[in-house]
């Protein structure tokens, strides 16, 4: 089984930086699409950023420009980098590794609070 650990999350200025990790662990067979989810309380879960197979990324529209993910094969891990961020990005943030037929794995998500 796939073990998904998270970590990079926690308290920033409106405007700073943090640079979420996803360390995977076990057999990534039938994997496309690797991702980043966020969630805050009382909201729908939303997809945040995702990268399939062959290098293709996708963005929300209210991170695009200011969120990049990208993956380093050799270490299995999967990186979002949030700059500019603002006190709406503040959720659980959880990573997300996902095959075409639908099936997948979730991290135990991070906190990231923005917060002056």
């Known amino acids: 089984q796939v073990q998904l650990v998270e970590s990079g999350g926690g308290l920033v200025q409106p405007g700073g930086s943090l640079r979420l990790s996803c360390a995977a662990s076990?057999?990534?067979?039938?994997?496309?699409?690797r991702a980043w989810y966020r969630q805050a309380p009382g909201k729908q879960r939303e997809l945040v950023a995702a990268i399939i197979t062959g290098g293709r990324t996708n963005y929300a529209d209210s991170v695009k420009g200011r969120f990049t993910i990208s993956r380093d094969n050799a270490k299995n891990t999967v990186y979002l980098q949030m700059n500019s961020l603002k006190p709406e990005d503040t959720a659980v943030y959880y990573c997300?590794?996902?095959?075409?037929?639908?099936?997948?794995?979730w991290g135990q998500g991070t906190q990231v609070t923005v917060s002056s």
């Open positions: 997300n590794l996902a095959s075409s037929a639908g099936w997948g794995y």
């Open positions: 076990g057999s990534e067979f039938g994997i496309t699409t």
